[in-house]
Protein backbone atom coordinates (compact mmCIF):
# COMPACT_ATOMS: atom_id res chain seq x y z
CA UNK A 1 0.00 0.00 0.00
CA UNK A 2 2.61 2.80 0.93
CA UNK A 3 4.83 1.71 -2.30
CA UNK A 4 1.74 2.54 -4.69
CA UNK A 5 1.06 5.71 -2.29
CA UNK A 6 4.39 6.68 -3.01
CA UNK A 7 4.40 6.32 -6.59
CA UNK A 8 1.17 8.31 -6.99
CA UNK A 9 2.50 11.28 -5.02
CA UNK A 10 6.45 11.00 -6.79
CA UNK A 11 5.49 10.18 -10.15
CA UNK A 12 4.18 13.31 -11.42
CA UNK A 13 6.26 15.80 -9.38
CA UNK A 14 9.55 13.84 -10.80
CA UNK A 15 7.90 14.00 -14.08
CA UNK A 16 7.25 17.67 -13.62
CA UNK A 17 10.95 18.37 -12.35
CA UNK A 18 12.62 15.88 -14.71
CA UNK A 19 12.22 15.24 -18.28
CA UNK A 20 11.49 11.44 -18.27
CA UNK A 21 11.82 9.48 -21.50
CA UNK A 22 11.06 5.61 -21.61
CA UNK A 23 12.17 3.57 -24.36
CA UNK A 24 10.91 -0.20 -24.98
CA UNK A 25 8.29 -0.24 -22.20
CA UNK A 26 6.48 -2.96 -24.41
CA UNK A 27 9.07 -5.40 -23.82
CA UNK A 28 8.25 -5.59 -20.36
CA UNK A 29 5.54 -8.41 -19.42
CA UNK A 30 2.28 -7.28 -18.30
CA UNK A 31 2.08 -10.56 -15.76
CA UNK A 32 4.23 -13.34 -14.63
CA UNK A 33 8.04 -13.79 -13.21
CA UNK A 34 10.65 -11.67 -15.06
CA UNK A 35 14.14 -9.79 -13.59
CA UNK A 36 15.02 -6.34 -14.47
CA UNK A 37 18.83 -6.09 -14.94
CA UNK A 38 19.62 -2.82 -14.85
CA UNK A 39 23.20 -0.55 -14.84
CA UNK A 40 23.78 1.29 -11.85
CA UNK A 41 24.96 4.94 -12.11
CA UNK A 42 23.00 6.90 -9.28
CA UNK A 43 21.32 5.96 -6.27
CA UNK A 44 18.05 7.80 -8.29
CA UNK A 45 18.26 4.27 -10.33
CA UNK A 46 15.87 2.88 -7.64
CA UNK A 47 13.90 5.97 -8.18
CA UNK A 48 13.50 6.37 -11.48
CA UNK A 49 12.98 2.71 -12.36
CA UNK A 50 9.84 1.86 -10.55
CA UNK A 51 8.59 5.22 -11.47
CA UNK A 52 8.37 4.42 -15.22
CA UNK A 53 6.43 0.77 -14.46
CA UNK A 54 3.18 -0.06 -14.51
CA UNK A 55 4.12 -3.05 -12.01
CA UNK A 56 5.33 -3.19 -8.96
CA UNK A 57 9.37 -3.38 -8.74
CA UNK A 58 11.28 -5.62 -5.79
CA UNK A 59 14.68 -5.44 -4.84
CA UNK A 60 16.79 -6.58 -2.04
CA UNK A 61 18.41 -4.60 0.93
CA UNK A 62 20.40 -5.69 4.04
CA UNK A 63 18.29 -6.46 6.56
CA UNK A 64 19.40 -3.74 9.10
CA UNK A 65 17.91 -1.27 7.07
CA UNK A 66 14.76 -2.27 8.14
CA UNK A 67 15.36 -2.64 12.07
CA UNK A 68 15.70 1.35 11.89
CA UNK A 69 12.20 2.71 11.92
CA UNK A 70 13.26 5.76 10.60
CA UNK A 71 14.44 4.19 7.60
CA UNK A 72 12.63 1.04 7.20
CA UNK A 73 9.28 2.91 5.64
CA UNK A 74 11.52 3.89 2.95
CA UNK A 75 13.18 1.41 1.63
CA UNK A 76 9.56 -0.85 1.84
CA UNK A 77 7.89 2.22 0.25
CA UNK A 78 10.24 1.90 -2.92
CA UNK A 79 9.42 -1.27 -2.98
CA UNK A 80 12.89 -3.10 -1.23
CA UNK A 81 12.65 -6.50 1.14
CA UNK A 82 15.24 -7.24 3.91
CA UNK A 83 17.63 -9.90 2.88
CA UNK A 84 16.52 -13.50 4.53
CA UNK A 85 18.20 -14.04 7.64
CA UNK A 86 20.16 -17.27 8.38
CA UNK A 87 22.59 -19.19 7.14
CA UNK A 88 24.73 -18.89 4.48
CA UNK A 89 26.65 -16.31 2.72
CA UNK A 90 24.95 -12.58 1.66
CA UNK A 91 24.39 -13.14 -1.57
CA UNK A 92 22.93 -16.39 -0.90
CA UNK A 93 20.22 -15.37 0.90
CA UNK A 94 19.33 -12.37 -1.28
CA UNK A 95 19.20 -14.98 -3.86
CA UNK A 96 16.93 -16.62 -1.61
CA UNK A 97 14.83 -13.46 -0.88
CA UNK A 98 14.78 -12.86 -5.08
CA UNK A 99 12.92 -16.13 -5.48
CA UNK A 100 10.13 -15.62 -3.00
CA UNK A 101 9.18 -12.59 -5.29
CA UNK A 102 9.78 -14.33 -9.00
CA UNK A 103 7.83 -17.35 -7.27
CA UNK A 104 4.67 -14.99 -6.60
CA UNK A 105 4.93 -13.69 -9.98
CA UNK A 106 6.45 -10.60 -9.57
CA UNK A 107 9.20 -8.13 -10.98
CA UNK A 108 12.60 -8.49 -9.20
CA UNK A 109 15.11 -6.01 -10.02
CA UNK A 110 18.90 -6.40 -9.90
CA UNK A 111 21.73 -4.94 -10.61
CA UNK A 112 24.61 -7.41 -11.58
CA UNK A 113 27.54 -4.54 -11.08
CA UNK A 114 26.68 -5.06 -7.24
CA UNK A 115 27.69 -1.16 -6.82
CA UNK A 116 27.12 1.85 -8.29
CA UNK A 117 29.55 2.64 -11.08
CA UNK A 118 32.76 5.12 -9.62
CA UNK A 119 32.89 6.43 -12.89
CA UNK A 120 29.97 6.16 -15.25
CA UNK A 121 31.65 3.33 -16.73
CA UNK A 122 29.79 -0.09 -17.33
CA UNK A 123 31.65 -3.08 -14.78
CA UNK A 124 32.10 -7.14 -14.96
CA UNK A 125 28.36 -8.20 -13.73
CA UNK A 126 28.21 -10.83 -10.99
CA UNK A 127 26.89 -14.24 -12.00
CA UNK A 128 23.85 -13.68 -9.48
CA UNK A 129 21.62 -12.94 -12.06
CA UNK A 130 22.62 -15.69 -14.12
CA UNK A 131 21.83 -18.11 -10.89
CA UNK A 132 18.22 -16.31 -10.92
CA UNK A 133 17.40 -17.17 -13.73
CA UNK A 134 17.62 -20.48 -14.72
CA UNK A 135 16.86 -21.31 -10.98
CA UNK A 136 13.16 -19.49 -11.27
CA UNK A 137 12.93 -19.93 -15.47
CA UNK A 138 12.26 -16.45 -16.04
CA UNK A 139 13.16 -13.89 -18.78
CA UNK A 140 15.84 -10.93 -18.03
CA UNK A 141 15.45 -7.80 -19.46
CA UNK A 142 18.43 -5.54 -19.60
CA UNK A 143 17.37 -1.96 -18.49
CA UNK A 144 19.52 1.04 -19.00
CA UNK A 145 19.55 4.00 -16.70
CA UNK A 146 20.64 7.10 -18.37
CA UNK A 147 21.15 10.81 -17.54
CA UNK A 148 20.77 9.71 -13.27
CA UNK A 149 24.55 9.72 -13.03
CA UNK A 150 24.43 13.57 -13.81
CA UNK A 151 21.17 14.20 -12.17
CA UNK A 152 22.52 12.97 -9.46
CA UNK A 153 26.31 11.95 -8.54
CA UNK A 154 27.82 9.88 -6.28
CA UNK A 155 27.91 12.06 -3.23
CA UNK A 156 25.14 14.31 -3.37
CA UNK A 157 22.44 14.69 -1.52
CA UNK A 158 20.09 16.77 -3.76
CA UNK A 159 19.85 15.89 -7.02
CA UNK A 160 19.48 18.75 -9.80
CA UNK A 161 16.48 19.71 -11.50
CA UNK A 162 15.06 19.33 -14.86
CA UNK A 163 17.30 17.27 -16.24
CA UNK A 164 17.16 14.43 -19.18
CA UNK A 165 16.42 10.78 -17.76
CA UNK A 166 16.25 7.90 -20.38
CA UNK A 167 15.15 4.64 -19.21
CA UNK A 168 15.89 1.89 -21.78
CA UNK A 169 14.37 -1.86 -21.77
CA UNK A 170 15.72 -4.52 -23.96
CA UNK A 171 13.73 -7.35 -25.73
CA UNK A 172 13.21 -10.40 -23.19
CA UNK A 173 16.06 -12.76 -22.81
CA UNK A 174 15.13 -16.75 -22.39
CA UNK A 175 18.04 -18.49 -21.57
CA UNK A 176 15.58 -21.89 -21.67
CA UNK A 177 18.54 -23.59 -23.44
CA UNK A 178 20.74 -23.58 -20.10
CA UNK A 179 17.74 -24.99 -18.35
CA UNK A 180 19.25 -28.12 -17.66
CA UNK A 181 23.05 -26.70 -16.54
CA UNK A 182 22.70 -23.99 -13.15
CA UNK A 183 25.79 -25.48 -11.82
CA UNK A 184 27.79 -25.06 -14.83
CA UNK A 185 30.24 -21.74 -14.17
CA UNK A 186 31.03 -21.35 -17.97
CA UNK A 187 27.37 -20.98 -18.48
CA UNK A 188 27.29 -18.84 -15.77
CA UNK A 189 29.11 -16.26 -16.95
CA UNK A 190 28.13 -16.91 -20.78
CA UNK A 191 24.63 -15.69 -19.49
CA UNK A 192 25.99 -12.96 -17.44
CA UNK A 193 28.21 -11.55 -20.05
CA UNK A 194 24.95 -11.84 -22.46
CA UNK A 195 22.94 -9.47 -20.26
CA UNK A 196 26.23 -7.09 -20.08
CA UNK A 197 26.66 -6.86 -23.59
CA UNK A 198 22.90 -5.80 -23.80
CA UNK A 199 23.67 -3.00 -21.10
CA UNK A 200 26.16 -1.78 -22.94
CA UNK A 201 24.37 -1.66 -25.86
CA UNK A 202 21.43 0.11 -24.52
CA UNK A 203 23.44 2.64 -22.52
CA UNK A 204 26.68 3.44 -25.00
CA UNK A 205 28.79 2.93 -21.52
CA UNK A 206 32.56 1.85 -21.80
CA UNK A 207 32.54 -1.52 -20.46
CA UNK A 208 35.80 -2.32 -17.72
CA UNK A 209 36.48 -6.21 -17.34
CA UNK A 210 36.49 -6.26 -13.91
CA UNK A 211 34.51 -5.94 -10.81
CA UNK A 212 33.80 -2.65 -9.42
CA UNK A 213 34.49 -2.57 -5.98
CA UNK A 214 32.82 -0.24 -2.89
CA UNK A 215 35.97 1.39 -2.18
CA UNK A 216 35.86 2.73 -5.68
CA UNK A 217 32.92 3.94 -5.16
CA UNK A 218 34.25 5.60 -1.89
CA UNK A 219 36.97 7.04 -3.22
CA UNK A 220 34.79 8.50 -5.85
CA UNK A 221 32.46 10.02 -3.09
CA UNK A 222 36.00 11.73 -1.45
CA UNK A 223 37.01 12.99 -4.92
CA UNK A 224 34.08 14.33 -5.66
CA UNK A 225 33.26 16.15 -2.80
CA UNK A 226 36.53 17.40 -2.78
CA UNK A 227 36.28 18.96 -6.23
CA UNK A 228 32.81 20.60 -4.66
CA UNK A 229 34.29 22.16 -1.56
CA UNK A 230 37.28 23.56 -3.48
CA UNK A 231 34.93 24.81 -6.03
CA UNK A 232 32.78 26.49 -3.69
CA UNK A 233 35.94 27.73 -1.33
CA UNK A 234 37.20 29.64 -5.29
CA UNK A 235 33.96 31.20 -5.78
CA UNK A 236 33.43 32.44 -2.12
CA UNK A 237 37.00 33.65 -2.68
CA UNK A 238 36.68 35.20 -5.74
CA UNK A 239 33.31 36.87 -4.41
CA UNK A 240 31.24 35.43 -7.81
CA UNK A 241 27.89 33.88 -6.63
CA UNK A 242 28.29 32.97 -10.79
CA UNK A 243 31.18 30.45 -10.05
CA UNK A 244 29.23 29.38 -6.37
CA UNK A 245 26.29 28.23 -8.48
CA UNK A 246 27.83 26.20 -10.91
CA UNK A 247 29.65 24.36 -8.51
CA UNK A 248 27.26 22.02 -7.67
CA UNK A 249 24.93 23.68 -5.39
CA UNK A 250 21.38 23.65 -5.98
CA UNK A 251 17.86 23.05 -5.16
CA UNK A 252 15.37 20.20 -4.98
CA UNK A 253 12.24 19.91 -3.96
CA UNK A 254 12.98 16.60 -1.88
CA UNK A 255 16.63 15.84 -0.43
CA UNK A 256 17.24 12.12 -2.43
CA UNK A 257 20.11 9.91 0.03
CA UNK A 258 23.19 9.26 -2.12
Known sequence: MTYWLLKLILTPLLRFFYRVNVEGMEHVPKDGPVILASNHVSFSDSIFLPLVLRRRITFVAKAEYFEDPKTAWFFRAVGQIPIKRGGGSASQRALASAKDVLAGGGVFGIYPEGTRSPDGKLYKGHTGVARLALACRCPVLSVAMV????????????????????????????????????????????????????????????????????????????????????????????????????????????????
Open 147 to 258: GTREAQPIGQVTPRLFMPITVRFSAPMSFDRFYERQDDPLVLRQITDEIMWQLRELSGQEYVNRYAKRGDVVEAVGAETSAVVAARRAALASGSSASLASSGSGLAAAAIPA
